[in-house]
C-alpha cells in the first residue's frame, strides 16, 4: 500500500513548514540530541527521541509531558533553558497552579 501522489504533496508541504534546530549552549555550540521543533501552531521541546514540552503560539499555553518532563537531569536542564524556568521546584508549582498542563505529548 503506498501514498498517492496528493498525499505525497500534502506530506510535503507540511514539512516545509516544520524547522528543527539543535539547542545551543551559551558558547554556541549545538547541543547534540536536544531539540527545539517549530511549527505553525507552537514550538517543541525534544530530548533524544521524546516531546518533552510544548508552547502553542495561540495563548502561550505550555504542555509538559506527563511522563517524560522529568525524566533526567539532562532533560530538566534543557527543559528549564526552554521554558525559561530557573529549576524543577519553579517547574513543579507551575504544574500545581495548572501554568503547566500535563498532557501525553508522545502518543
Known amino acids: 500500500m ?3 501522489v496528493r498525499g ?8 516545509k513548514r516544520i524547522r528543527v534546530y539543535n539547542m545551543t549552549s551559551p558558547r554556541g555550540n549545538k547541543i547534540a540530541n536536544q531539540f527545539e521543533i517549530h511549527t505553525k501552531d507552537g514550538v517543541y521541546f525534544q530530548s533524544y527521541s521524546s516531546i518533552i514540552a510544548y508552547k502553542r ?13 522529568d525524566y533526567s537531569a539532562t532533560t530538566g536542564k534543557y527543559r528549564n533553558i ?4 530557573y529549576g524543577i521546584e519553579e517547574t513543579r508549582e507551575k504544574i500545581a497552579s495548572k501554568e503547566y498542563k500535563l498532557k501525553n505529548l508522545n502518543k
Open 2 to 4: 503506498g501514498v498517492s
Open 8 to 15: 505525497t504533496i500534502k506530506i510535503y508541504k507540511i514539512m
Open 57 to 69: 503560539y495561540r495563548d502561550g499555553q505550555i504542555f509538559l509531558d506527563e511522563y517524560y518532563w
Open 82 to 85: 526552554f521554558l525559561g524556568d
